[in-house]
């Protein structure tokens, strides 16, 4: 439930039409398998190191134990993007789909209120950035409503989490169902849409597409996160990865083709593509119902991407990397409540502000290049320590090469990660080449930033430094 919940979200709410719609057309199902298979093999690489390392803290932890500290705080920050960062582009979807719930309610939030400070809009090369008056106070809301939740604690937000799952999944299907009564075959025609240069429809916009709804898939390995607090993490973990992974391709897939065949992928570049079909099928009723699901279920992926990005913090702050603050446990909530705050605090000025456009390329950056660390971390596991026990092996099996294993599937998993990333850079390029820097500059601002965070402050503060004076600092609570 946790995978699936952090799982399903804004990438089927709302990525999904601007894909189609910009890059792939029809051609869109094949972009959800190309994500997926990325996903696939870097989930059994998930598999095998949760089997054998069954800690708290993601691909964080698994970097720490193999690679030592420079490749986990690689790891630490490349996933505040994925889970941290990605908080804000899913608030944001949130916010318009709330805000379309509550137009049909009679009440209607002032666009001030609904919208980011920074609007990206159609430009030369790529995305022009707009400045407004504006802040989502929508979403912000979400966002601190979460936050309460995961510092009261673990198993109330797992209880409503397990509601939420059941809501939104229930909400899709409903939504597939009464779909299968409105289809237009021909809007399926051409299922590839012939090629306009860059990244714009045919194989290119299908791979491009690819490298957006990746940021769909983000949320299934927060399961890892949870190792810590699993009651059977060798078992439990890797059937927790695999099994949402699963669930939600096929969730996609099947939202996906009604989408598109209610609707001409053109009309479908906006913030709430399942209610332009609902409006196109003339059943209000339904409206509201997917207008409800998609509210309450995308605060279910707040509550799991929040959770996974408070679980990695406090494992690096227990390591020294980041302030001891985000490693406070509450006393009688036994949650690392300061950190779950403060983190909520910096995610909700971020939606209030960055355009959704924007964050989720940084999301499908940061993820992916994690996603190729876990599959190389495998590999090294497996030449490093061929003897531990491993409930869970990668399947496919591996070559050797000059004395080293090299597993076939991490190896995929490193191949399709680099997929998803070559497209993103490829348009950041394009963009800067036409004039419009800003997608670059956020990128290479966020790089200097963690540089800067990990030579000033982690480095000197971290165990292995204070390990040399004899001065470990232990900041985990009794």
Same mark, same amino acid.
């Given at each position: ?171 899709? /299907? ?139 913090? /406090? ?100 191949? /399709? ?62």
């Amino acid at each position: 439930m946790l995978g699936v919940g952090s799982t399903i979200g804004a990438g089927i709410y709302v990525m999904t039409g601007t894909a189609a719609a910009e890059y792939a057309g029809p051609s869109i199902l094949v972009s959800f398998v190309i994500a997926a298979l990325a996903c696939l093999f870097t989930a059994f690489s998930y598999g095998e190191l949760s089997s054998s390392l069954p800690v708290s803290g993601s691909a964080y932890s698994y970097a720490y134990v193999s690679m030592g500290e420079r490749a986990a705080w690689t790891v630490g920050w490349l996933l505040l993007l994925e889970y941290g960062i990605s908080c804000a582009a899913v608030a944001s979807g949130l916010s318009g789909y709330a805000t379309s719930l509550l137009s049909s309610f009679g009440f209607h939030v002032p666009a001030g209120l609904s919208q980011a400070t920074f609007q990206t809009v159609p430009g030369s090369g790529g995305m022009a950035i707009t400045f407004g008056w504006r802040c989502d106070l929508v979403a912000m809301l979400a966002i601190a409503v979460v936050t309460a939740c995961l510092v009261r604690g673990v198993q109330e937000s797992a209880r409503v989490n397990t509601i939420i799952v059941f809501i939104k999944v229930g909400v899709l /299907f409903l939504f597939v169902f009464c779909g299968l009564f409105a289809l237009h075959p021909a809007y399926w025609h051409p299922f590839i849409p012939e090629y306009r240069g860059g990244f714009q429809y045919g194989i290119p916009g299908m791979f491009r597409a690819a490298s957006i709804i990746f940021f769909a898939y983000v949320g299934f390995e927060a399961v890892s996160t949870a190792s810590a607090e699993a009651r059977n993490p060798r078992r439990d973990v890797p059937i927790g990865i695999i099994g949402s992974l699963a669930i939600c391709t096929f969730v996609y897939v099947c939202v996906a083709s009604i989408l598109i065949g209610i609707v001409p992928y053109q009309q479908l570049n906006v913030a709430d593509p399942l209610s332009i079909a609902v409006k196109a099928m003339h059943q209000p009723w339904l409206a509201l119902f997917v207008n409800l699901g998609a509210t309450i279920g995308l605060c279910s992926v707040l509550l799991g991407l929040l959770y996974g990005q408070t679980r990695i913090f /406090f494992a690096m702050s227990r390591d020294g990397l980041l302030p001891s603050v985000f490693s406070y446990v509450h006393k009688r909530y036994h949650t690392p409540w300061t950190g779950t705050i403060l983190l909520g605090v910096i995610v909700a000025l971020a939606t209030a502000t960055l355009p959704i456009d924007v964050i989720s390329d940084l999301v499908s950056i940061g993820t992916a290049a994690a996603f190729g660390i876990v599959c190389f971390t495998v590999i090294w596991q497996r030449n490093m320590h061929p003897d531990m026990p491993r409930s869970f092996s990668v399947p496919l099996g591996g070559v050797r090469i000059r004395g080293w294993w090299i597993g076939v599937t991490p190896l995929l998993g490193i191949l /399709f990660c680099l997929i998803m990333i070559v497209p993103l850079f490829a348009d950041m390029a394009r963009a800067l080449i036409h004039g419009n820097p800003v997608p670059a500059l956020l990128l290479l601002a966020y790089a200097g930033l963690g540089f800067a965070t990990y030579r000033f402050y982690s480095q000197h503060n971290s165990r292995f430094a204070l390990s040399d004076d004899g001065a470990i600092r232990n900041t985990r609570a009794d």
